[in-house]
């Protein structure tokens, strides 16, 4: 799927992007509130600044994707693979990241408020985890 193709579908209100393609794909600062990115391959997709606030990104590989400034508040990120994303300033209040693959990921600065906590599938191996926020 190609960006103008989404951004038009999503302006126009459709909202399930379950299993979308969009590897490479620049995103930055867009609006994507609520949408569903179910399973979407987001891989080295640049997400800085979106609005991705109440997205579905259950089980969406978002491998060394850059979402640094993203609004992520009460995303679902249920096993998502988030292995070398850039989380560094995102807001991630009250988000979902049970069984979510953190390896190498940066999370400076990120607010962490409210985030449901993954059990044991949780990793967080080689991540960088200063200046984090969870108030």
């Known amino acids: ?11 126009a209100g ?7 393609k969009l590897i490479g794909v620049n995103l930055k600062g867009v609006n994507l509130r609520a949408a569903d990115l179910s399973e979407a391959i987001l891989i080295g997709a640049n997400l800085m600044g979106a609005n991705l606030s ?3 990104l259950s089980g969406a ?13 009460q995303a679902n990120l249920c096993n998502a693979n988030l292995r070398g994303a850039k989380l560094n ?6 988000a979902n990241l049970q069984g979510a693959i953190l390896n190498s990921v940066d ?4 607010n962490l408020a409210g985030v449901k ?19």
């Open 89 to 94: 300033r995102a807001n991630l209040t009250g």
């Open 14 to 20: 459709k909202r399930n992007f379950y299993r979308a």
């Open 54 to 56: 109440e997205a579905n």
């Open 117 to 135: 906590m993954p059990d044991e599938s949780f990793y967080l191996i080689n991540s960088k985890l200063d200046f984090l926020s969870f108030t």
């Open 1 to 11: 799927m190609y960006v103008d193709e989404l951004l038009r579908q999503y302006s």
């Open 107 to 110: 999370l400076n600065g990120a």
């Open 61 to 73: 590989d978002l491998t060394f994707s850059d979402l640094s400034r993203a609004h992520l508040n």
